[in-house]
């Protein structure tokens, strides 16, 4: 880490997350800051979901988001998806993570449209000629 | 050798994919009731698009990103919210208008009324985006396109006087019968018919899809400076048949028939048939782009997976996407609406939307950060800015012209 | 009343009022009467062009049968625009509606004679229709630019 300063709105928060193959996994849609020792905050985790985003969104818009996010989810008190900020190997052009997309388990939505629709498509394992 | 023939391919691609429903309708439209009075905006319109192509061209090329995904990122959520909203709501009435379109010319080559064919049309859209390879695609569609040349050779058939119709070109002199307001009014939409938005997704999505870097920026300069202004004199040639056929028997444009006489008059019925299939060419590929287009927006603000390059299963809420407005988009065409006027109010709306969409992108291609050593020059820049305010004055006062004129009667 | 009824009662009284458009001035029911003859030119003109072109084994016929079908429903929807409009009850409105609206008639049934014959492939009967349709025109012609098209 170098020590010049680093606009977080700038250059980390809406950044599309890559897994190490480039795949795109998600953006962040908000960042976790804990309280560091010497009193300034640190950034220990990306978070990603519509419980990130929604409080982002203004007003009515973000509220909704937010409460449909808690309806749809199995946990009585859901937490939006985190990512450990250990798992970033790269800042670039897009944030880089060391796990592959699979791995992660960060894609709700994405498993269940990719089960109840997509799959049930003929020629979705193939890519296209 | 090999290098020459795929930049050939790609103008090629460039000029036959020019043209869509929008511009097929705007233009002949313009030509009949107008003449040759507003070939100006057509042409303020190819300069601006090729300006604001050749950007999101360069910046996909050097950041690998789409579009809606540096807006986001940019601009904020927020901003990028509406930004999308408004994007995705105009670009499915384009897509709508098209698939229209597409039906519209399968009901001039069959007699069968086009609504019959809205179902078939949506499938065969639907089925070519879920299989057809990103490449495959362009240049089939690119080419068959190209097909519109038709009205370029039923123009020099038509034998008018040069002279005059460069004249009537750049003096333009707004007819005495028609009111001032009516004139802007299809300016407007010429306008917007020429610069629309999805263009602009589309275009830097499918430089992501094709894999380019930064050595392919020359390459997408030559499609985009020489493609997209051969295109647009297609849309002026379509103006002038009209203007040269129609006019004079005080015929108005409001039904896609109109549009090709003009070719059948001067060509007979093997140009009139090849403008039949520039019609289908025209409105598919611009069918296939406006959906696709709807999943690359909204899959690059939420940072989901996108695009062809990789298997559906790898993609699936963007291909979800581009299926919800493919039947959104049937649903409106089967509603009966007459596919014209949608067509002129996605244009109209289209105008509208244009600031939201031109703005991101001459910020991101300005910013050093992303862009490295190919940030924009102080040309490009300069233009930029200068078509920016086009850009709004012509948004802030489509609206207005729209109620003022009750949409051009 | 309560608001909400009064607003309930003036939407009714504005709906009910579209009916039946309102009666216009004379000023403006005669620009009325040319543009629905400017229109009924455009549509005429169309089917005569389409025709002519045709005849002349320039038109494909697929093509020609949409486009005359889409020019007869134009000048249908033309006429019971104008015929919906409540003229003002002067002897000038009237003058004007009795000289377009057999215009207007013998223009749709011109086209649709054409539509027929076309499908028919009956070429004389093309050829007689459209020069007496060619009439029509030149008279929707003469009656817009009178009355300010």
């Known amino acids: 880490m170098t020590d010049e300063t680093f606009d977080l709105r700038l250059r980390l928060l809406d950044r599309q997350i890559v897994d190490p193959d480039g795949a795109m996994i998600c953006k962040v849609d908000d960042v976790e800051l804990t309280p560091a020792d010497d009193g300034g905050l640190v950034v220990t985790a990306l978070l990603a979901g519509p419980l990130a985003l929604g409080p982002r969104l203004p007003g009515r818009l973000g509220r909704w988001t937010v409460a449909l996010a808690r309806r749809w989810s199995d946990d009585p008190d859901p937490a939006p998806r985190r990512i450990p900020f250990e798992r970033v190997t790269d800042l670039g052009s897009a944030v880089v993570l060391d796990r592959s997309r699979d791995e992660l388990g960060v894609a709700g939505l994405e498993d269940w449209v990719r089960t109840h629709v997509i799959d049930r498509i003929p020629g979705s394992r193939h890519a296209s000629e | 050798m090999k290098r020459l023939l795929s930049v050939f391919l790609g103008v090629l691609t460039a000029i036959g994919g020019f043209v869509d429903i929008g511009d097929l309708v705007a233009n002949s439209l313009a030509g009949a009731r107008f003449g040759l009075s507003l070939v100006w905006v057509t042409l303020l319109g190819v300069v601006g698009i090729c300006l604001f192509a050749e950007m999101?061209?360069?910046?996909?090329?050097?950041?690998?990103?789409?579009?809606?995904?540096?807006?986001?990122?940019?601009?904020?959520?927020?901003?990028?919210?509406?930004?999308?909203?408004?994007?995705?709501?105009?670009?499915?009435?384009?897509?709508?208008?098209?698939?229209?379109?597409?039906?519209?010319?399968?009901?001039?080559a069959t007699s069968v009324n086009y609504l019959l064919f809205v179902p078939v049309v949506g499938f065969a859209v639907w089925l070519v985006i879920w299989r057809m390879r990103f490449e495959v695609l362009e240049n089939v569609f690119g080419l068959l396109g190209l097909a519109l040349v038709v009205f370029a050779v039923a123009l020099w058939k038509l034998n008018p006087a040069w002279g005059d119709l460069l004249h009537a070109i750049v003096v333009p002199h707004k007819p005495a019968s028609e009111d001032l307001s009516t004139y802007l009014y299809y300016g407007v939409a010429l306008f917007g018919a020429a610069m629309t938005p999805y263009e602009v997704f589309f275009f830097s999505s499918g430089a992501v899809e094709e894999r380019w870097t930064a050595k392919d920026i020359p390459t997408s300069r030559i499609n985009v400076f020489i493609g997209f202004p051969l295109g647009g004199l297609l849309s002026v040639a379509i103006a002038a048949c009209a203007a040269l056929v129609l006019m004079p028997q005080g015929i108005e444009v409001g039904t896609l028939g109109q549009v090709g006489l003009p070719v059948a008059v001067a060509v007979g019925k093997l140009g009139l048939a090849v403008a039949i299939l520039g019609f289908f060419a025209a409105t598919f590929g611009a069918a296939l782009e406006t959906g696709l287009s709807t999943g690359?927006?909204?899959?690059?603000?939420?940072?989901?997976?996108w695009g062809k390059f990789v298997r559906p299963q790898q993609a699936a809420r963007f291909h979800v996407v581009v299926l919800l407005?493919?039947?959104?988009?049937?649903?409106?065409?089967?509603t009966t609406a007459d596919p014209i006027k949608v067509t002129e109010y996605s244009i109209v709306f289209s105008a509208v939307a244009l600031p939201l969409t031109y703005f991101p992108i001459?910020?991101?291609?300005?910013?050093?950060?992303?862009?490295?050593?190919?940030?924009?020059g102080r040309l490009s820049n300069v233009l930029g800015t200068v078509f920016l305010g086009v850009i709004l004055v012509v948004a802030v006062a489509a609206i207005p012209l729209m109620l003022l004129t009750a949409a051009g009667q | 009343m309560t608001r909400s009824a009064v607003v309930g009662l003036a939407l009714?009284?504005?709906?009910?009022?579209?009916?039946?458009?309102p009666a216009p001035d004379d000023a403006a029911y005669e620009s009325k009467a040319a543009s629905t003859a400017k229109a009924a030119v455009s549509e005429s003109r169309t089917a005569l062009l389409a025709t002519r072109t045709a005849a002349d084994g320039r038109l494909l016929g697929t093509y020609l049968e949409p486009v005359l079908v889409d020019a007869e429903q134009a000048l249908g929807s033309v006429q019971t625009t104008f015929d919906s409009v409540q003229p003002p009850a002067t002897s000038a409105a009237d003058d004007l509606r009795a000289t377009l609206d057999p215009l207007l008639q013998s223009a749709a049934s011109d086209v649709t004679?054409?539509?027929?014959?076309?499908?028919?492939?009956?070429?004389?009967?093309?050829?007689?229709?459209?020069?007496?349709?060619?009439?029509?025109?030149?008279?929707?012609e003469t009656f817009a630019q009178e009355h300010g098209g």
Do not use: K
């Open chain 2, 362 to 376: 001459l910020v991101v291609a300005n910013d050093p950060v992303y862009m490295g050593e190919h940030v924009n």
């Open chain 2, 325 to 334: 407005a493919l039947i959104a988009s049937i649903a409106g065409v089967l």
């Open chain 3, 113 to 140: 004679d054409l539509r027929i014959a076309a499908r028919r492939e009956r070429a004389d009967a093309l050829r007689s229709t459209s020069s007496h349709l060619s009439g029509v025109a030149d008279r929707l």
């Open chain 2, 296 to 305: 690359y927006s909204i899959a690059q603000y939420f940072g989901w997976q």
């Open chain 3, 12 to 21: 009714a009284a504005l709906a009910l009022s579209g009916c039946v458009a």
């Open chain 2, 56 to 108: 999101s061209g360069r910046v996909a090329a050097v950041t690998h990103r789409g579009t809606f995904d540096l807006v986001r990122e940019r601009l904020g959520p927020r901003a990028g919210l509406l930004n999308l909203v408004a994007s995705v709501l105009v670009t499915v009435l384009t897509f709508t208008a098209e698939i229209g379109g597409v039906a519209l010319a399968l009901e001039l």
